[in-house]
């Protein structure tokens, strides 16, 4: 009876979440009120807010939904290009995610915008990106990268650059139809980060012979 009820709370919240995406998508997050979701699911206002205080919480689960649909993506892509070129690999996940047309990439824009005026979502939006950056680093460890390249916010902060232009400035078609030279310039990025890993590494080792 426990294990019914929660699995029934489960599908009201995500009723609602859905809801919530609806209006951040025609309205903007910042201009979007919880009468908004209350009056786009027809719920009552208890039932709502038996399950989310306010749009934050909303929007900070939706986020957790589009993680884990994305590292399924990231997980089945790694599966059918085993053989591809390692940098290849990492270019293609960090870029194709960037320039996906999907719903997922226009919520985080919007918390990419909203994050300044919220704390809250600030720290929504490090969290997300220091479990972003670990994900990404196992992967480019499994894949025989030698370094850790996101060891500074340089790659993230590219990436996010490239979403927010994408899709604020409606540069998707135009980086699509160019984005060989995105990846080009990502896997430039590795490589040489992969080489002064490597110098270090050697500096290190001669330092300690001495």
Sequence with gaps: MKEEKQKVGQIRKKEIRDAAKRCFLKKGFQNTTMEDVITEIGMSRGGVYHHYANT????????????????GLIHEYLENNQGKD????????????SLANTDLMSLYTLLLQAKNYHEDLEKLYQELKINTTNELSIIAKQLGIKADIFHDDFLVNYINGVILSAEIL??????????KYIKESIISYIVDVELLFSIEAQNKKEDINF
């Design 170 to 179: 409606c540069a998707r078609n135009s980086y699509g139809k160019y984005k």
């Design 86 to 97: 390692k940098y290849q690999q990492m270019s293609d996940i960090l870029v194709d995610k």
């Design 56 to 71: 934050n919480e909303m929007l900070k689960d939706l986020m957790l939904d589009g993680n884990h649909y994305r590292n």
